[in-house]
């Protein structure tokens, strides 16, 4: 199975170097090991080699797949880009730009606690949950359309802007709503116009609420589709939809400082150990992987919505993607075993992991 996987990767791209196939071989024991079905890639600076996995409905490396909240990451790479120009600042209150959004301390959160959680919004998941409590009812095909930001947002704060870390929606979707305001345009334009056309991402966009379909779905446990699952209304909390292989080229952007400055992406990626080392739209933590000489330090972005998973980590000059199609114990890599710690090692450690 190996050898197939990195032919077929081999055929869409120019010859991956050794090191690379041999850390891609690797990733693809561990993935198999662990039961994945779904797709993984592993990027350097130039080029990637990966494939597919499992008893997957879907036998094509192109089909697109849901994002999930790595498109949070997406979104804070676009607005690091505004920062960069000049547009907005990551402390200015969120008022200077949407003076008019009827959010909770519209004068006093600013984008670095919404990018950071730290916002003290209202969150989103306490909103009403479906019959089998699988998706929020406002995240349903079958639910009444709304359009702006969810309504749960609208409520009353929970908390002191940075008083506390709660990982929320809200805060992404209120990141998206200042992102429009200052540059006059849709996000979906402006993510393509920033991130998806300069790193050369052309099957990728941000999913309008509505649309079908949405990107390959995902299975529950039992079986079943998630395929009810409106992922448009996520918007700027998880409405990317595009292949692995343009994720990859996202990683590629990140890692070459073809999207953001060094001062800027050194930025977004510092972690803060009194938030779980969460930073702007990342998370970014330094721990000791089997295999490798010294501790790595991963910038790591997770997302999930119904079946499917994905993880995009990156490791100095190397990038892994995952996506998965069915429920898979990842485990959290700091705790030194499991199946996230065990892909990482594979990935980012120049020596066989044992």
């Given at each position: 199975?190996?050898?197939?996987?990195?032919?077929?990767?081999?055929?869409?791209?120019?010859?991956?170097?050794?090191?690379?196939?041999?850390?891609?071989?690797?990733?693809?024991?561990?993935?198999?090991?662990?039961?994945?079905?779904?797709?993984?890639?592993?990027?350097?600076?130039?080029?990637?080699?990966?494939?597919?996995?499992?008893?997957?409905?879907?036998?094509?490396s192109d089909a697109p797949w849901r994002w999930a909240s790595v498109t949070k990451q997406v979104v804070a790479v676009a607005v690091m880009q505004a920062v960069e120009a000049g547009r907005m600042s990551l402390d200015t209150p969120i008022a200077a730009y949407v003076p008019a959004l009827n959010i909770a301390n519209v004068g006093r959160i600013t984008l670095r606690n919404l990018l950071q959680h730290t916002s003290g919004l209202p969150n989103v998941e306490d909103?009403?949950?479906?019959?089998?409590?699988?998706?929020?009812?406002?995240?349903?095909?079958?639910?009444?359309?709304?359009?702006?930001?969810s309504a749960a947002c609208l409520r009353p704060e929970k908390a002191e802007p940075g008083a506390r870390f709660e990982y929320n929606n809200c805060d992404t979707e209120v990141v998206g709503a200042v992102l429009e305001a200052v540059d006059h345009l849709p996000l979906a334009d402006i993510l393509a116009k920033g991130i998806f056309t300069p790193a050369g991402m052309t099957a990728t966009?941000?999913?309008?609420?509505?649309?079908?379909?949405?990107?390959?779905?995902?299975?529950?446990?039992?079986?079943r589709t998630d395929d009810f699952i409106d992922i448009g209304r996520f918007g700027a909390a998880g409405a990317v939809r595009g292949p692995a292989r343009d994720l990859a080229k996202f990683d590629r952007a990140i890692m070459t400082n073809a999207l953001l400055k060094p001062a800027s992406r050194a930025e977004m990626e510092?972690?803060?150990?009194?938030?779980?080392?969460?930073?702007?739209?990342?998370?970014?933590?330094?721990?000791?992987?089997?295999?490798?000489?010294?501790?790595?330090?991963?910038?790591?972005?997770r997302g999930e919505i119904g079946g499917v998973q994905v993880r995009n980590v990156i490791a100095g000059g190397v990038a892994l993607v995952v996506f998965t199609d069915r429920p898979v114990a990842f485990g959290e890599a700091w705790q030194g075993q499991g199946a996230a710690f065990d892909l990482f090692a594979a990935a980012f450690c120049p020596e066989p992991a044992k």
């Open positions: 199975m190996i050898v197939a996987v990195l032919a077929a990767a081999a055929s869409l791209l120019p010859p991956a170097g050794d090191a690379l196939l041999d850390r891609c071989a690797r990733v693809e024991r561990v993935a198999a090991a662990t039961k994945i079905s779904g797709q993984y890639l592993v990027s350097d600076a130039v080029d990637d080699c990966g494939g597919l996995l499992g008893p997957q409905e879907y036998r094509t909103g009403p949950a479906d019959a089998k409590a699988e998706t929020l009812v406002q995240y349903r095909y079958d639910a009444p359309p709304y359009a702006g930001i966009t941000l999913v309008p609420p509505g649309a079908k379909p949405a990107g390959r779905p995902g299975y529950f446990a039992d079986g510092r972690g803060d150990p009194k938030l779980g080392y969460a930073a702007l739209g990342v998370w970014s933590y330094t721990v000791p992987l089997k295999g490798c000489a010294a501790p790595q330090h991963l910038v790591e972005r």
